[in-house]
């Protein structure tokens, strides 16, 4: 007969009870008429282009939790949205967010009854900000995510959109702030000066911002070796590290890099 | 077979994915009537505890769910439900178990809320809903309030600035926080064990 393994008596109780909340690891997914579009290079999968089976393979490696970039132009992007968070809701046993193309309380209420845990806003919250409220009230703060997109200009922080190529006239700061106070459950920012740079993330900016915040911050932009996602959880104490590239093209395998975190005394759930 | 407790509050979709991966057999619970239909029971919920309270007794589920003598599983709000009273609208609930669901204090505690992501559960006493998971095991939390933690049901604790109910047991009641369909492993671990509970 099985019986619990329940070892926490021989475990120095102050040791366990100091960190129990892990730093979150996420791979982002960039999809196209439903298929993955940047390169991926795991050797046993069977279709590289399949977001629910790039999906899976990510969570049997132990990413935390998934965001899904839906890039799609056409028409059908709804069609082909919901029908991807179906599968992954079906397929996959870790949380996960869906983005692009949001702009209308129908469009997030169909992902969530597709099984999507949250919605990531971006151009659609700086156009009407009102709409972080409506969404909040509607579903719960949980389930919005306002993604950011920030650049130095001349000295100041500022929201870009269009993948950085339309400046607002919006300072970073002020406008985490402000939705922050309009319900968003969670940021993540962005910084478009390190992103494909690989030269690691922008951690005095993440830091500056996280030390004022009171939802969580999921760090974007920059990461290219193992190093950077000790650097940021380090000295900015961000609650979570997303990256693309470097996850896909395999050049860091999150098992190791979830090795190298806990070694570093980062909280990681392995 | 699961009857799933379906009283509007929240998306339901990642619950039934998970059990069908598992295998797990469920129906849905639409009428009073249905009750009869199930060995045991499964509340969801997300969002708003007080409005949760107001649609499970506007379905008219509340003097039944109270008298269930087969195993019942509250998930996150559904968990909350089962206690006496809510700081979430200030909401009194079924007082199924004696305890208070409370806010997070994020002045004193300078926490960040929502509780979001994946916290360490420590189990307090041995229980077959935990059967075969490691105390210490992560779960996926997302939640701004919680349960105190009472050493007489708190039966798996987790610690966010402060100790709180992970899981819950009063008798057939059983109640967990965290989100066991997005809990990889351990929450479908969990999942199964509460298939097999007399």
Not at chain 1, 73 to 89: C, D, G, P, Y
Not at chain 1, 151 to 166: A, D, M, P, Q
Request: charged share 20%; net charge negative; with cysteine.
């Amino acid at each position: 007969m099985n019986s619990i393994k329940n070892t926490f008596s021989s475990v120095p109780l102050e040791v366990e009870e100091r960190n129990t909340f892990a730093k979150r690891i996420i791979p982002c997914l960039d999809v196209k008429d439903g298929r993955t579009v940047k390169g991926v290079n795991f050797v046993n999968l069977r279709d590289a282009g399949d977001p629910v089976e790039l999906a899976w393979q990510y969570s049997q490696q132990g990413a935390d939790e998934l965001i899904f970039l839906d890039i799609t132009a056409t028409h059908e992007r709804r069609k082909t949205m919901i029908e991807l968070v179906k599968s992954v809701a079906r397929q996959i046993n870790i949380p996960f967010t869906i983005g692009g193309g949001i702009n209308e309380l129908t469009d997030a209420d169909a992902l969530l009854n597709a099984g999507a845990d949250k919605i990531s806003i971006n151009s659609a919250a700086v156009r009407n900000p009102a709409f972080i409220n409506q969404l909040a009230e509607a579903f719960g703060k949980q389930f919005v995510v306002v993604a950011v997109d920030t650049k130095n200009n001349s000295e100041k922080n500022i929201v870009f959109l269009n993948g950085g190529r339309i400046a607002t006239g919006l300072e970073t700061e002020q406008w985490i702030k402000e939705a922050e106070d309009r319900g968003a459950g969670e940021i993540l920012l962005t910084s478009m000066d390190h992103d494909g740079t690989q030269n690691g993330f922008d951690c005095d900016l993440l830091k500056e911002i996280n030390d004022n915040l009171s939802i969580p911050l999921i760090a974007s932009g920059g990461a290219g070796a193992i190093q950077h996602f000790i650097d940021v959880f380090q000295q900015s104490n961000v609650d979570a590290a997303l990256a693309a590239s470097v996850f896909h093209y395999g050049e860091i395998r999150i098992p190791l890099l979830k090795e190298e975190l806990k070694r570093n005394k980062v909280e990681v759930r392995l | 077979m699961i009857g799933i407790v379906n009283y509007g509050a929240g998306n339901i979709f990642s619950l039934t994915a998970a059990l069908d991966r598992q295998g797990i057999l469920y129906g849905m619970i639409d009428t009073v009537a249905d009750f009869d239909h199930y060995d045991r029971y499964i509340i969801p919920g997300v969002g708003h505890a007080g409005t949760a309270m107001q649609k499970l007794q506007e379905k008219g589920f509340v003097p039944i769910i109270k008298s269930l003598k087969k195993p019942v599983l509250g998930i996150c709000v559904g968990m909350q439900l089962l206690t006496s009273f809510s700081e979430e609208g200030n909401a009194t609930l079924t007082s199924i178990i004696p305890m208070d669901t409370l806010h997070f204090n994020t002045e004193h505690l300078k926490l960040k809320v929502p509780h979001m992501g994946w916290n360490k559960v420590r189990l307090e006493t041995e229980n077959e809903l935990f059967k075969n998971i490691e105390t210490h095991s992560f779960f996926y939390f997302v939640h701004s309030y919680f349960i105190e933690f009472n050493p007489n049901f708190t039966i798996a604790s987790a610690n966010y600035g402060i100790k709180f109910s992970a899981a819950v047991k009063r008798d057939n009641y059983y109640g967990v926080q965290f989100h066991p369909e997005k809990s990889g492993g351990a929450g479908e671990q969990l999942l199964k064990n509460f298939t097999y509970l007399n």
